[in-house]
């Protein structure tokens, strides 16, 4: 008998392509939004995130007329401030995680609930402790501005309107750096003219106004990231207590107490850092056993998004200390007054948005952020190291250049970086991307301000103390902003490049097809 020929299985079919950060989903709610709720939605979010950052530097002018009407002492002064710091950073990531498992509508209502609650709190506090833990409520609330708006601004500009999402993180970088510089302003005017509980109270009627906007016009997008349903409480507490422990040590370090220095070996100092370093190294053991990890382990397994957020670290670090080590040189050697000392930070402050506006426009041409990155960083560098040599009879000039350089070096990073970190992931992850990208950040700027405070307390230790001022500033400034500077050049010189290129209008993927756009090794 013949044998029949065997008959070969047919192949599998191909699995669809995984969806990343560069690709649209066909039912993105997000797509089809009419022009005019985008834009009503955009100005809300940006309003959002402005109202975070404005409310993190706002107390600081208005803090003297506080502690006189509420009483207190310099620890209580440094509480106000520190308390909003601590819950705003740590939230951060879990808002990140929660609005790419839940979607990001609910995360956002829910903190500029907390946010609002907060500020009435505080408006109507009747003690300095009272206040200090309205405050946390408050920062509670702030990590969803600042971090949910960012993600939503993403999904209203995806790649495919590339040249609308680099405008609007460039709007978002600066209406941040508004937020933060303008903050001691608006504070002293408000406590001069209108008192400063309505520092807190201006947020109600802009916030509520906001949440009316976001409530009926904000798409409900729940994302189909991998884990959803499920809640990392393990890695939620690890993470949580692990940030609050390390912040809270990093914040008290280098600060006086009773004439004394508090230095790594202080109880309230080395104790929690050590605790908290050891919560943090236990988180990443817990995230790789996690059903649906708070900070998914598998997004440092893009190169690019590693090489992002390490170089947004050092960016932090070495731009920081800047504005607020060189007012105490302005006021304590040169005799210049508070106002004037902060005229004289103009040119940093437009060297940033100059630094920015060529950033987003280097992008659009050319779809790649990285030699706009390598060049902030090297600007960046190159403007902190001449610090040096400060001394009292430095013309202000030269400091102002130096000043326009660190500014023209830290712009491209204010967006340019958000863009590679939510560009460099799958798009269910973008949250957390974004999330985890500011989190870096603002732990490099506490790190960096510790840094400072302790090497500068060292430096002026002593006998000379006052005398030293000068070198003793001149040498924290140019030693942390050069080598953060070149930690920062190193991190991008890793990073594989990134490609944004969108569509062509005739093709597919204009349509919500899937983008050309993608991340070299990333």
Known sequence: MPTLPRRRPAPPAPEPPPTTATTVPADDPYEDLPAARRRLLTITLLSCAFLGMLDGTVTGTAMPRIVTQLGGTDTWYVWVVTSYLLTSTVTVPLYGRFSDLYGR?????LGLGLFLAGSLACGMAPSMTTLV???AVQGAGAGALLTVSMSIVRDLYPPSRMAGMVRMQNVMAGMLVAGMLSGPLVGGVLADHAGWRWAFLLNLPIGLAGATVLAVLLPRAPSKAAGAGRVDLAGIVALTCGLSLVLLGLSLKGNTEQGRVRALGDPMVGPPLIAGAVLLAALIVVERRAAGPILPPRLFAHRTYTAIVSAGFFFQAAGLPVGIFLALYLQQVRGYSATFSGLLLL???AGMVAGNRLTSTIVMRTGRPRPALLAGAALLTAGSLPFLTLGAATPTFMIAVWLLLIGLGTGPAMGGASIVAQNS??????????AGSMLTKQLGGAVSLACGQSLLSHLTAGPAG??????????????????????????????????????????PAADGGPLAGKADGG
């Open 105 to 109: 509508r609910a995360p956002l209502l």
């Open 133 to 135: 833990a309205f405050r």
């Open 347 to 349: 040119p940093m402050l």
């Open 425 to 434: 992931v799958p798009r269910p992850d973008i949250g957390t991307a974004t």
């Open 466 to 507: 006052a005398a030293a001022m000068t070198g003793a500033i001149g040498t924290t400034l140019g030693w942390i902003g050069g080598l953060g500077g070149l930690l920062a050049l190193t991190s991008i010189l890793l990073m594989p490049e990134l490609h944004l290129t969108g569509p062509p209008a005739a093709t």
